[in-house]
C-alpha cells in the first residue's frame, strides 16, 4: 500500500515536471528497491515464538471468540491445517486472507473442508493473523454442536502469551522490577486457572478481563518481553496441609485502598488464603480520583433493578426494599450484604458481587470500601478508597515499592507473605 502510493506520486510528480531526468529515476527507483527491502525486513521482522518447539513448555488454551460464524486466517510464512477429528490436511503459502466459514455441516478452510474441528499452523515464526489481528501459536476452531457457530482458540507456549497479557494489565512504561512482579503474579495466576478449570473445558483462560486481558502480539513491547522472560517459568506457590506446594489464585487489583483483604471475604475462596496487608504504598502513586472517589448516588429502585437483572433468583424477594451491611474487612470494606424483600424475605451478597452488580464496569462505584448513607429513597456510597476487589497484590502499591528500589521478589513477599516463589521449569534463556 505504502509502495503505492509512492508510485502514484511519483507519477504525479513526471506529469507536473516532464523535464525530470533520467539520473532522477534513477535515484527513485533506487528508492523503491530500497523501500521494497526494508519493507521486506519489517515483514520478517517478528522474533521466532518462544518455547514452541520445546516440549517442556507448558502450554495454555484462550479462548478468544466462543461463536464467530466466519473469520479470516493470515500469515506471512504460510501455514498447516489439520483435521483434529479426522486425517484431513491442507498447506497454504500466500499472504492473501484464507476466509474460514461454515459451509454444509462443516468448517471450510479455503476451498477444504475439515468436518468440526481443525488446527492452524503457521510456520515459523508461528504467527497468524486473525482477521487482521496477530497472534503467535496455533488457532484451533471448532464447529459448535447446532453447527452455527465457530469457537476460536488461541492454543500457545505460556511464556509467548504472558507477552500479549502483561501489557493490558500494567502499564509497559511502569519499573522493570513491578513489571517483573506482575510478570510471576499473571504466570501464576494462569496455571492456577488452567489447573483447576481446563480439564472441564476445550480451552483453559478467556481473553477478558473474566481470565486476563489477552491481545497477542498487539500488546507486546521491549519492557513487557523483559520482564516476563527473566522471570520465565517462575509461579508463586503455597503449601497445603499434606505438603504439596501448589500455585494459588494470585489475584491484583489496581489499588487496595491501605489495606489488602483476604480472598475468603471477598471471593469465599476456601484456596489461596493469603494474608492480607497494610499497604501505605498505593496512596501515594494511584491518581487521586481513582484513589478517593466521588460518592456514587442510586435511587433504591435502581438498585433493586440491577441486583435482580445481574441475579434473576432474587426474584424471589419481588422487590428490594433495602438492604443492610453485615460484615465488612479491613478499612471497612464492604465484604457481606443482607438484602430485604418487598415481602420480608432476606437473601445475603458478598460485598464486590453487590458493587459490580449496580456498576459492573467498576468505574464509578471503584471498590467495596466505603460507607452507606440513606435518605428517602437514596442510596449514597462515600468515603470511597481504592481501585478495584483489593484482593492479592496491589498494582499501585508494587509501582510505588519498585520506584523506592525494591526487587520484584521482596514486592511479591510483601504481598504474598506465605508463598514461596519457584521455578516450574528452566528451558527458556531470555
Ligand atoms: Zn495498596
Redo the contacts with the bound molecule.
Sequence with gaps: MVLFAYVKRMHSLRQANDRLTKSSFGVLWACVVLMLFFSGCRRRSYDTTIGIEDPRQTWIRVLLFDNLTECTVTSMSGFAVTELAGSRKAQFHTEEPIPVRIHKGQLACGEHEFGSALEIQPYDPFVFDLNGEPYRGYLRLRLSEDATGIEVVNALPIEAYLLGVVGMEMYSYWEPEALKAQSVVSRTYSLYIKNRFGDQRSWDVTATEASQVYRGLKAESSTIRQAVLSTAGQVLTETRPDGRQVVFPTYFSS????H?EEAGHVFGDTTGAQAAVE?S???KTARRKDFYWQPVRYSMEEISRKLIQRYPSLEKLEQIRDFEVIETGYLSRVTRVQLRGKNERFETLRGEDFRLSLDPTGRRLKSAVFTVQKSGDNVVFGNGR?FGHGVGL?Q??TQELARQGNEYRRILDFYFPDSGLVSIQTSINP
Excluded at 255 to 258: E, T
Design positions: 489499588s487496595c485502598g491501605g489488602t499497604c504504598y498505593c496512596a481504592g496491589c499501585y502499591g
